[in-house]
């Protein structure tokens, strides 16, 4: 293995983990294709096994961990990981409420095993797929499915120059707003989350005329069910809604509350 | 991973390598020689299952493609374009796509091709051929490259991000078109740009094809990839190989059998009453080249006469050059579409949802992903099945693995493992996609006292 460079001996270390995931918000990382070569000049990347083949020894700066925590062995990884890294940071939908896989925590695993695998025996899996602060105590979270690259950037940034990351909590109306967009839910009648969201994707959805699906989570306390009763008033049921709002950040809370309040409401459907 | 120890000692010795680097997820390599004699191979995922296929079931049709798109960051426009492709069979409206929606879906693929080749032939990959151990090492002494490959890699998320809004997990299309149209404008603003990189990309492909050296490897491949008649494998097109496969969109779930093991939580798909077949680059080049845009056409000539070999390339190292000549076509490809580009007169075919049955799969960057589902009266999912392209590569790998851990017998473990995971990189495994993939282990077995395994 090579040797650790000298120039580089002095600068932060970096470290990128990845648990239940689909690699998206590193590959985030790796699509700062103008500032990447500044950014691994700036820091030492000291443990990225999607990037690179060699690994320094911890303790490491910062941690940026991707992924949920699904399996018995993650369970006890990231209790590791809390341990090298002085700084840890969750980083995307699944790091900061389980994800999409989060699904299973309303459903029996045991029949997800068997619905998927013709020996569910192999198969060594948590019942639950959550969050990295349900386990280990997180410095930060960054929301997104994926996490917005910028929003990378300024975190790194911020924590090279010592000050807090500039990340906003507010509704996705905003942003919309911002930009002029017609109001999807206003004009075209369709079940847009941006009022409930938290901004940070860049209004992407409404900029192409299709309602918001929520994949920055609920912004800091969201008016759910004033939202939800205005998408009764168009003709959605409490089971579309649950499912609107059961999507890549549904095990996180208020939407996981309210999903279940509306799922208690649901009328029995023919199946 | 253990000391070196002198080969030609008749001992049992296990390489184990714990975490593959430079792959998308996690997976582990286990090898098991007795002397010179290769006794297991085993290629281990443990990346976690999530169950995709499970919880689609009770979705509605039109969350499909913005659900499975999360299977993979690196590739979500594969899984996108063949959810959406077999859910209008299955609502009944894959006939009444017209030609501007399918230069749309073939655009934004375009963008995924060359961003994900890209990333895998100048980030993950070459640093195995120049001797890194990454991109970042290799950008001290190639800084030039690795700029030049940054540029079209970032060319190809724009060329996504226009027609998606970002180049992880887009969220333009959608089952029966796109939400909307990219504006005439924005397209005619890529093009140039588009343009350079394609230039700069031929250049790139000279570098690769003349400057790297090539092992030497050879596998009697069953090559599996859509052979669409008048164009270069995308979004459709039978189903073909070499050695006689030829299906229906719809029949290819029924000519492939998956297989569990233990070792794995991917699941192995093999040719019913055959076997092992590889999908990706050079299955497509191999039954497709005659149908590459001509600027990659007049290029093959040339690349073949450097690397000194003639199509079809049975040698899986042989895939960077292949990657390259897909970049080359994606991205003269994407110029022609944006060059003709006028908004279309619909973006999206209405749907009534209904009850039916759509299977259908598309060239990711690493090969076929196939899809099907079946849904009820309202359009919800009743029923998923997922078969990525990993999966299909997975026993095409271990059968490489077997034959180059013959040729590696001779090295001390350290330089074993490096070959050895080099060429499971030939294959780009994404294991977030095939698991529904890997680790490297070599044990030695002998003196328990010093075994270090």
Same mark, same amino acid.
């Given at each position: ?271 | ?31 098991? #020689?007795?002397? =010179? ?24 049709? #039109? ?30 409206v894959f006939d009444q796509l017209d030609t501007p929606i399918q230069k749309l879906r073939d ?104 400057k790297v050296t090539y092992p030497d490897f050879k596998q009697d491949y069953e090559f599996v ?58 299955? *497509? ?30 040698? =899986? ?77 997975? #026993? ?7 034959? #180059? ?13 490096? *070959? ?21 282990? *070599? ?11």
């Amino acid at each position: 293995m090579a040797p650790v460079d000298e120039r580089t001996a002095e600068k932060p270390k970096l470290a990128v983990y990845k648990f239940s995931s689909c690699d998206g918000c590193q590959l985030s990382i790796l699509n700062l294709e103008d500032e990447l070569l500044d950014l691994v000049g700036a820091v030492e990347v000291a443990f990225f096994l999607e990037a690179r083949r060699q690994v320094l020894p911890p303790p490491y700066d910062v941690g940026l961990v991707e992924g949920s925590i699904s399996t018995p062995d993650e369970e006890e990884r990231i209790q590791q990981v809390r341990r090298d890294c002085k700084f840890l940071v969750a980083i995307g939908a699944c790091a900061t409420s389980g994800g999409i896989q989060a699904l299973r925590n309303w459903a029996d695993v045991e029949a997800y095993k068997r619905t998927v695998y013709p020996e569910p025996a192999f198969l060594k899996t948590l019942e639950t797929s959550t969050g990295i602060a349900s386990h280990v105590f997180v410095d930060f979270e960054l929301r997104g499915c994926p996490v917005n690259k910028d929003q990378i950037l300024e975190l790194v940034t911020a924590l090279l120059i010592g000050r807090k990351p500039d990340i906003p909590t507010h509704s996705l109306c905003v942003e919309c707003k911002r930009r002029g967009y017609p109001c999807v839910l206003v004009s075209k009648g369709e079940p847009c989350l941006g009022p409930i969201t938290q901004t940070g994707c860049g209004a992407l959805c409404p900029g192409l005329s299709r309602p918001c699906y929520g994949c920055f989570g609920p912004m800091e306390q969201p008016n759910i069910s004033s939202l939800a009763s205005w998408f009764n008033r168009l003709g959605f049921t409490p089971r579309d809604i649950k499912r609107m709002l059961r999507t890549f950040n549904g095990y996180l809370e208020p939407f996981k509350q309210a999903s279940d309040y509306y799922e208690q409401r649901e009328e029995p459907k023919g199946k | 991973m253990s000391n070196a120890k002198n080969p030609k000692e008749n001992r049992k010795r296990t390489i184990r390598v714990g975490a593959l680097a430079r792959v998308e997820g996690e997976g582990a390599l286990h090898l098991v #020689m007795s002397g =010179s004699r290769v006794e297991e191979v085993r290629l281990e995922i443990f990346e976690p299952p999530r169950f995709y296929e499970a919880f689609l079931q009770g979705r509605d049709f #039109m969350e499909v493609p913005d659900i499975t798109s999360r299977i993979c960051g690196i590739c979500p426009i594969a899984y996108q374009s063949a959810s959406c492709y077999a859910l209008e069979k299955a609502m009944g409206v894959f006939d009444q796509l017209d030609t501007p929606i399918q230069k749309l879906r073939d655009l934004i693929y375009c963008g995924e091709w060359i961003e994900s080749h890209v990333l895998h032939m100048f980030m993950l990959h070459l640093a195995d051929f120049l001797g890194y151990e990454s991109a970042v090492s290799m950008a001290r002494d190639h800084g030039g490259i690795v700029r030049r490959a940054l540029r079209i890699k970032k060319a190809g998320n724009a060329i996504v991000e226009l027609l998606g809004g970002r180049s992880v997990h887009p969220v333009g299309m959608c089952v029966g078109g796109f939400y909307s149209c990219p504006d005439p404008k924005d397209a005619a603003s890529l093009l140039p740009e588009i343009k350079a990189c394609l230039a700069d990309m031929v250049d790139l492909t000279f570098f690769l094809a003349q400057k790297v050296t090539y092992p030497d490897f050879k596998q009697d491949y069953e090559f599996v990839a859509l052979c669409p008649d008048d164009e270069y494998p995308m979004n459709l097109g039978r189903i073909k190989s070499n050695k006689g496969l030829d299906v229906d969109q719809q029949e290819f779930g029924e000519a492939i059998e998956e297989r569990q093991v233990e070792h794995s939580n991917a699941l192995f798909s093999a040719i019913r009453g055959r076997g092992a077949y590889l999908v990706g680059p050079l299955a *497509r080049l191999n039954l497709n080249y005659e149908k590459l845009h001509p600027v990659a056409a007049d290029l093959l000539p040339k690349v073949c006469a450097a690397v000194g070999k003639n199509l079809p390339w049975d040698n =899986s190292f042989l895939s960077l050059p292949a990657r390259a000549l897909e970049t080359v076509h994606a991205l003269a490809l994407a110029a022609e579409i944006l060059e003709s580009y006028e908004p279309p007169s619909r973006c999206r075919i209405p749907i009534a949802p209904r009850a039916g049955y759509g299977g259908h799969g598309t060239e990711a960057p690493r090969g076929v992903c196939w899809h099907e589902y079946r849904t009820e009266n309202d359009g919800t999912v009743s029923f998923a099945r997922i078969i990525p392209p990993t999966a299909q590569n997975q #026993m095409c790998i271990e059968q490489d693995l077997y034959e #180059m851990a013959k040729q590696v017998v001779d090295l001390e473990d350290e330089g074993a493992a490096m *070959r050895c995971e080099h060429l499971i990189r030939n294959y780009d495994p994404c294991i977030s996609c095939s698991v529904h993939f890997l680790k490297f282990e *070599r044990t030695w077995h002998e003196d328990p006292a010093k075994s270090r395994s």
